[in-house]
């Protein structure tokens, strides 16, 4: 079956910008995480939804940073104000909602802001 | 303090070697344990997922968990140039939660 699908899978944007990040999950993943990967580095926690609420969002490193998940599938990941510390790899994963699942990653978004 | 700690490499083996690649936690909590790979470009792919501790097997790989030392290790058997990539280790204390990875192994098995 299909994976985790992440859209665009690039994307470069200037200082300033408002951009978008969509993550569209395994059909029937009641769970769906962020995740961003700097250079060299492993993924790190931004957020997680158990269907349409969001669970944990501790990750989130301030307020320009926002991700909903309205109908308990597709997610999108919304960052404002882009700053050039914000260039990361964003990955999303997605698991079943029960003992024993790990998470299911998509090949993610490349953010470069200039 | 990570939370994981991961040796970096880069790890360079020959073809046919057997391939340990390690991680330590502070968290005792930790229960859920992960061993991605991620090719360049790639999301990780899951290989191997175990609860608490002892020793897990599936083909090539075998994953080890040891919660008194808090320290979880791969093998790989019979390395091949496929085999190349960045492997992760990733843990939780609750599955349904936050997933703590390592920084990553970088190995490369020479023809």
């Known amino acids: 079956g299909a994976g985790v699908s992440q859209t665009p899978s690039n994307k470069v944007t200037e200082k300033g910008k408002y951009v978008e990040l969509r993550c569209d999950p395994i059909s029937g993943h009641t769970a769906l995480y962020w995740y961003r990967q700097s250079l060299g580095q492993g993924p790190e926690f931004l957020i997680y939804?158990?269907?349409?609420?969001?669970?944990?969002d501790s990750g989130l490193p301030n307020d320009r940073f926002f991700a909903v998940r309205p109908e308990g599938s597709v997610s999108t990941l919304k960052i404002q104000r882009t700053e050039r510390g914000d260039s990361a790899v964003y990955l999303c994963?997605?698991?079943?909602?029960?003992?024993?699942?790990?998470?299911?990653f998509g090949n993610g978004t490349r953010l470069t802001v200039t | 303090q990570k939370e994981v700690e991961q040796d970096p490499g880069p790890l360079s083996v020959p073809e046919g070697a057997i391939v340990s690649l390690n991680c330590t936690y502070s968290?005792?909590?930790?229960?859920?344990f992960m061993w991605y790979r991620q090719y360049s470009r790639k999301g990780p792919e899951l290989l191997m997922y175990?609860?608490?501790?002892g020793n897990k097997e599936d083909g090539r790989f075998t994953a080890q968990v040891d919660k008194s030392s808090k320290y979880i290790s791969l093998f790989i058997r019979d390395s091949q140039p496929s085999d190349s990539a960045t492997y992760l280790c990733?843990?939780?204390?609750?599955?349904?939660?936050?997933?703590?990875f390592g920084s990553g192994t970088k190995l490369n098995v020479k023809p």
């Open positions: 175990t609860y608490s501790s």
């Open positions: 968290n005792s909590a930790f229960q859920y």
């Open positions: 994963a997605s698991s079943l909602m029960r003992s024993g699942s790990p998470l299911h």
């Open positions: 939804f158990q269907g349409t609420g969001a669970a944990d």
């Open positions: 990733a843990m939780s204390a609750d599955n349904f939660n936050k997933f703590y």
